[in-house]
């Protein structure tokens, strides 16, 4: 298929069409959003904050969470309000994994939704909104294309900010027995590394200090490179921390099986990559990772983080964790406490098991009761609460940077990231936003930190 020609904005009409994005889901469907808007805005399409009389809606939709599919259709019921009353015309899209997983079923429960498209087709929507516009029927792209989409999308438009989310892989094929992702984003395919680079010169050029590359499975990235060469991970950022003005660089969300020996010593020989890493282990039992279809053991898991900590000594850790996958026992549940035990996180994210159709656990024998699994997820939230407020703790009376990137909730307050991602709230003018400046910690929260500025000489 040709590249989409987008047509040019036709007089004050075009330059008047408001679109709004409801965005759920990861940190790539954020991305993903972004780069819609910006698909559209040579169509006259501006960004509108509330959908009311908006002549565009996109829900950009994601399919990990329990009922997934029926919050999207009670969002729609309250959308199909605003598109009636701007007497039907308002496009109305929905988009992302529930669109890839459900688009007939959409259709088919909500005919006035006018296009469906799943995230590998956003590049087409151009044309998918003419079509819609001709009063053609509605319009559904859930196909995976032939074409990369990343060829076919103009440089970012709209700043991010001081930080900033770069794509660089997306789909998966590791087919964890409760994931839908290598259903609804397709295998694996890695940008190649002149697009990445390109683009993060781009992020930087509009004033993004820190980035953070995204993909399902970020680290089995391998891009074409310069010289007919492959290039890893490691090597990309190598090449990334060499851009002037970039100072932070993080990545995720990485598998524990693609962790190699040259990701491991970027940890140990790049300054602005960040000392924190989301490594999912989703449990501690072999027996539950197995029918998980991890591939990994807690022991591999526990011999990964050995050899980030010898080269990153300051290295601090987030994870995913599913309690109650189908045969979970207690003793498999208390193989996840110790390996929490054992590690110690400074963030986690923590989950019930919910089946996902089409997943081969939706179907397993031995489902775990709901009861059990709401005792299991308590405990084990109580455990990494207690070792996230151990490490805020420990941050108190270290002097660290930290990266300003607004104001805060209270007048001359600003607030910035700390190395480890925390929230950090310091007195300060507007002008450090975009900056980074030494801040002595003075307080811990369980969501943030408090300090005083050190340092008010711009070190970025």
């Given at each position: 298929?040709?590249?989409?020609?987008?047509?040019?904005?036709?007089?004050?009409?075009?330059?008047?069409?408001?679109?709004?994005?409801?965005?759920?889901?990861?940190?790539?469907n954020v991305y993903d959003s972004g780069r819609m808007a910006d698909v559209l805005a040579p169509l006259g399409y501006a960004p509108a904050a509330e959908p009311d009389g908006a002549d565009m809606v996109i829900l950009n939709t994601c399919h990990?969470?329990?009922k997934a599919a029926e919050k999207v259709f009670s969002e729609l019921g309250r959308l199909r309000r605003l598109k009636e009353a701007t007497g039907n015309r308002m496009i109305?899209?929905?988009?992302?994994?529930?669109?890839?997983?459900?688009?007939?079923?959409?259709?088919?429960?909500?005919p006035y939704v006018d296009i469906v498209l799943g995230p590998q087709t956003y590049h087409r929507l151009p044309e998918m909104v003419a079509q819609a516009s001709r009063a053609a029927g509605a319009v559904i792209e859930t196909d995976f294309p032939p074409e990369e989409k990343f060829d076919h999308l103009p440089d970012s438009a709209t700043p991010q900010g001081p930080t900033a989310f770069l794509t660089i892989q997306e789909g998966c094929d590791k087919f964890c027995s409760f994931c839908v992702v290598p259903y609804t984003r397709g295998a694996e395919a890695s940008r190649p590394a002149g697009a990445i680079l390109r683009e993060a010169r781009h992020l930087v050029a509009?004033?993004?200090?820190?980035?953070?590359?995204?993909g399902q499975n970020v680290n089995a990235w391998h891009g074409e490179a310069p010289g007919a060469a492959t290039w890893g991970l490691g090597r990309?950022?190598?090449?990334?921390?060499?851009?002037?003005?970039?100072?932070?660089?993080?990545y995720a969300t990485s598998h524990p099986r693609?962790?190699?020996?040259?990701?491991?010593?970027?940890?140990?020989?790049?300054p602005s990559l960040m000392p924190f890493l989301h490594l999912p282990v989703q449990s501690g039992s072999d027996r539950v990772l197995a029918a998980m279809n991890r591939k990994h053991t807690a022991d591999d898991y526990r011999r990964i983080i050995d050899r980030l900590r010898a080269a990153r000594p300051d290295l601090a850790l987030s994870s995913d964790f599913i309690v109650g996958h189908p045969g979970e026992t207690d003793a498999d549940h208390e193989a996840t406490m110790a390996l929490v035990r054992d590690v110690g996180f400074a963030q986690a994210y923590s989950f019930k098991y919910s089946p996902r159709p089409g997943t081969p656990a939706a179907g397993a024998p031995m489902q775990v009761a709901e009861d059990v699994k709401d005792s299991r997820l308590q405990?084990?939230?109580?455990?990494?609460?207690?070792?996230?407020?151990?490490?805020?703790?420990?941050?108190?009376?270290?002097?660290?940077?930290?990266?300003?990137?607004?104001?805060?909730?209270?007048?001359?307050?600003?607030?910035?990231?700390?190395?480890y991602l925390q929230p950090v709230h310091v007195s300060g003018g507007a002008n450090l936003v975009g900056t980074e400046s030494i801040v002595r910690i003075v307080a811990s929260h369980p969501n943030s930190l408090a300090g005083t500025l050190v340092q008010e000489r711009q070190i970025a």
């Open positions: 298929m040709n590249a989409v020609q987008t047509p040019a904005p036709i007089g004050e009409a075009a330059a008047r069409k408001r679109l709004h994005v409801i965005t759920w889901g990861c940190q790539m990990i969470r329990d109305l899209a929905v988009a992302g994994c529930v669109a890839q997983a459900e688009g007939a079923e959409i259709l088919a429960r909500a509009q004033g993004s200090r820190e980035i953070t590359l995204l990309l950022l190598r090449e990334l921390a060499e851009i002037p003005g970039l100072t932070r660089l993080r693609d962790m190699d020996d040259d990701l491991v010593a970027a940890h140990r020989d790049i405990a084990l939230q109580a455990l990494l609460r207690e070792q996230q407020a151990r490490f805020g703790a420990g941050c108190v009376g270290l002097d660290m940077p930290v990266l300003f990137t607004g104001p805060g909730r209270h007048p001359g307050q600003i607030v910035g990231r700390s190395p």
